[in-house]
């Protein structure tokens, strides 16, 4: 046998370690669902928003809208309930 030394493959961690290792991964799973969260509102905004971005055509002077008043309130509900998460 040689003087070299063996390492085992392991390393001994104390109790306060493995805790402050576990809450470091409970905070990143935390963060990671509520940025993914995040970004699927942005995305649901973004798509809610640019139809009627496209739509508006600068060449023609006057827009026709039917329904007007009611397809307002209905887009105004869409975009609360992508504010509110739902």
Do not use: C
Not at 60 to 78: G, Q
């Amino acid at each position: 046998m040689t003087d070299e030394f063996f390492d085992f493959g392991f390393t001994a961690v104390d109790e306060h370690e493995l805790s402050a290792v576990q809450e470091a991964k409970s905070t990143i799973t935390q963060v990671s669902t509520t940025a993914e969260t995040t970004q699927e509102r942005l995305d649901a905004l973004y798509n809610a928003v640019i139809p009627l971005l496209t739509n508006l055509n600068p060449e023609k002077e006057y827009i026709l809208w039917p329904d007007r008043t009611a397809k307002i309130e209905l887009f105004e509900s869409k975009l609360l309930d992508i504010y509110q998460g739902k």
